[in-house]
């Protein structure tokens, strides 16, 4: 079956990082973030709300496959632990992994639960955020 | 000021529109069609557009910074997205104080739809300056 060949394929994944990517807090990014939330808090001028890491690196990384499962993807949930702040001009790596993946059969059909975690690190090597997610696809 | 458990945060209301949410898809850099395309989102089971969860946690997390200022830092913040959310109705985002341990404050922090339905609910820990 199709559906259960996607499901052990992400299970075959579980805890194995992917590629890091890489990229610099800009103070323009930032701003268009916070314009976007339509939060006018000046601190956003020098650093990062607390839900912006999201935009710096993909949240479902490498989750493409998954869409053969279902129609759509729901977003279940997000958590954020935070360590350091992040300030304009910081350099960020994040790295993500799956970290469990399982089916929930509900009302409208199945669910395919798929969770993530990415770690954030800066340019001094010290782990600013991690992130825990829950993606749906129904 | 002190923080005391049952202490409410100032209600956050807002009024996304079809335009915000293509802002906010183009600065998270999440294009998900059902975000901005109405037949797409239909076509997916969805009544129409729905609020990027992720935006929804944006408000919560204005809600909280606003709240806290500098009197201290946020720790954690965890979000559920319990049901959809369309554009052109009001989003509350309201807030209280559950638990105070030293410096270490815990809050509750939800989302309203315009029926008044909790359709974001979540946590956050602060910890606050000495």
Redesign the interface.
């Known amino acids: 079956m199709v559906a259960n060949s996607v499901v052990e394929r992400l299970r075959a994944r579980i805890g194995v990082a992917a590629p890091s990517t890489e990229a610099t807090v800009e103070a323009g990014?930032v701003k268009?973030?916070a314009?976007?939330?339509?939060?006018a808090?000046p601190?956003w001028t020098t650093e990062a709300?607390?839900?912006f890491l999201?935009?710096l690196a993909?949240?479902s990384l490498h989750l493409a496959e998954a869409e053969e499962y279902g129609?759509?993807?729901?977003?279940?949930?997000?958590?954020?632990?935070?360590f350091e702040?992040v300030k304009v001009g910081d350099r960020i790596t994040a790295t993500g992994r799956v970290a469990e993946v399982y089916e929930k059969t509900g009302s409208s059909g199945s669910l395919l639960f798929i969770i993530f975690e990415t770690d954030y690190v800066n340019q001094d090597g010290r782990t600013v955020a991690k992130l825990r997610g829950t993606m749906i696809r129904r | 000021m002190s923080v005391k458990v049952g202490d409410e945060l100032a209600d956050l209301v807002?009024h996304p529109t079809t335009r915000?949410l293509v802002?906010?898809a183009?600065?998270?850099?999440?294009f998900?069609e059902?975000h901005y395309d109405q037949a797409f989102a239909q076509g997916?089971?969805?009544p129409g557009v729905i609020l990027?969860?992720?935006?929804k946690?944006?408000?919560l997390?204005?809600l909280?910074?606003?709240w806290l200022g500098d009197r201290g830092?946020?720790?954690?913040?965890?979000?559920?997205?319990r049901g959809i959310d369309q554009p052109g109705r009001p989003y509350r985002c309201r807030g209280r104080v559950t638990k105070v341990d030293g410096d270490q404050v815990e809050l509750e922090v939800w989302g309203e739809d315009s029926a008044g339905s909790r359709t974001t609910v979540g946590t956050a820990t602060v910890e606050m300056k000495g």
């Open positions: 990014h268009r973030f314009e976007a939330i339509g939060d808090n601190r709300p607390p839900t999201v935009a993909p949240v129609k759509g993807w729901l977003n279940g949930g997000n958590r954020f632990e935070y702040p | 807002k915000q802002q906010y183009g600065a998270q850099g999440d998900y059902i997916v089971g969805l990027h969860g992720l935006l946690a944006g408000f997390g204005q909280v910074t606003d830092t946020l720790k954690t913040f965890e979000v559920s997205y």
